[in-house]
T-cell receptor
């Protein structure tokens, strides 16, 4: 197992375009999390899934953001009509939930630059 | 979510012990104390977690105050590879939609000098 994989590692897009990121979690992990991190700040929670069910979405998250985990394996995060303020590192994490909080494993992130 | 307070930065010398403090005066009975660290250009990495008793693993030790309102992450012998941002996080372990969600603060930037 190679850990949590995120693609692409870097994405430059023009303002107004849509972008989609992919996260492949560790294979048996049933929980998957998305975070966003800007320079000098800690990661900010966006949303998380248990299997294919989206259990929580941050109230601060714009309607332009949507995430899916269709078969309970990989997940995608889509940002529609990107804005310069969306420029950040987008981190994915996974964990094996068995009734109590285990350690989460993070990917290396996708760095988005909106120009 | 209960909040944590950490110093913005700390410095250490290589091969010396490092004690990273964290205050969490509003901790609830079901909150676990988690520590993660983030090396430059990497995603966060789990370090250790605990509830009431002190905990040890191969990476570090976690000392938890008797009243649980503070904790200290101890790196026994700092190396240059330990230079990172260290995050102290309270995570609910029971009930509610926030069950199992990690809420990061700004963390402590640890600099290790050779």
């Amino acid at each position: 197992d190679t850990g949590v994989s995120q693609n692409p590692r870097h994405k430059i897009t023009k303002r107004g375009q849509n972008v989609t990121f992919r996260c492949d979690p560790i294979s048996e992990h049933n929980r998957l999390y998305w975070y966003r991190q800007t320079l000098g700040q800690g990661p900010e929670f966006l949303t998380y899934f248990q299997n294919e069910a989206q259990l929580e979405k941050s109230r601060l998250l714009s309607d332009r953001f949507s995430a899916e985990r269709p078969k309970g394996s990989f997940s995608t995060l889509e940002i529609q009509r990107t804005e310069q303020g969306d420029s950040a590192m987008y981190l994915c994490a996974s964990s094996l939930w068995m009734g109590r909080l285990p350690e989460a494993f993070f990917g290396q992130g996708t760095r988005l630059t909106v120009v | 979510d209960a909040k944590t307070t950490q110093p913005n930065s700390m410095e250490s010398n290589e091969e010396e012990p490092v004690h990273l403090p964290c205050n969490h005066s509003t901790i609830s009975g079901t909150d676990y104390i988690h520590w993660y660290r983030q090396l430059p250009s990497q995603g966060p990495e789990y370090v250790i977690h605990g509830l009431t008793s002190n905990v040890n693993n191969r990476m570090a030790s976690l000392a938890i105050a008797e009243d649980r309102k503070s904790s200290t992450l101890i790196l026994h012998r700092a190396t240059l590879r330990d230079a990172a941002v260290y995050y102290c996080i309270l995570a609910a372990n029971a009930g509610g939609t926030s069950y199992g969600k990690l809420t990061f603060g700004q963390g402590t930037i640890l600099t290790v000098h050779p």
